[in-house]
């Protein structure tokens, strides 16, 4: 069984929104920090945003800030990315982590702190 599937992407509009899920097939949930990266073609994958387990603290990419929401509802093991105002630069491909690490302001972008990583969902924004 995959642990993570995202869905929710799309092709939408410069400033336009997208929510993106992420459901999960992992045992206490709960106890994840969950993030979202993303990699536009030709680049390298990037950090977007993450939520830690422990008092959902909240860390977001500074091209994001503002825009995007990084939410979870632990009772259906699912994690969200609202996207808002989305613009031509944020087209990628959009994928969901999990990893039992606290996390902190620093490690939480980081992709070792992740055990689990989705197939990745496709995010396309036309100007």
């Known amino acids: 069984q995959v642990p993570l599937v995202e869905s929710g992407g799309g092709l939408v509009q410069a400033g336009g929104s997208l929510r993106l899920s992420c459901a999960a097939s992992?045992?206490?949930?709960?106890?994840?920090?969950v993030a979202w990266f993303r990699q536009a073609p030709g680049t390298e994958r990037a950090f977007v945003a993450a939520?830690?387990?422990?008092?959902?603290?909240?860390f977001y990419a500074d091209s994001v800030k503002g825009r995007f929401t990084i939410s979870r509802d632990n009772g259906k093991n699912t994690v969200y990315l609202r996207m808002n105002d989305l613009k031509y630069e944020d087209t990628a491909v959009y994928y969901c982590?999990?990893?039992?690490?606290?996390?902190?302001?620093?490690?939480?972008?980081?992709?070792?702190?992740?055990?689990?990583w989705g197939q990745g969902t496709q995010v396309t924004v036309s100007s």
């Open positions: 982590a999990a990893g039992r690490a606290l996390g902190t302001t620093i490690t939480a972008r980081r992709f070792s702190t992740y055990d689990y």
């Open positions: 992992l045992r206490t949930f709960g106890l994840y920090t």
């Open positions: 939520m830690t387990w422990k008092e959902n603290a909240t």
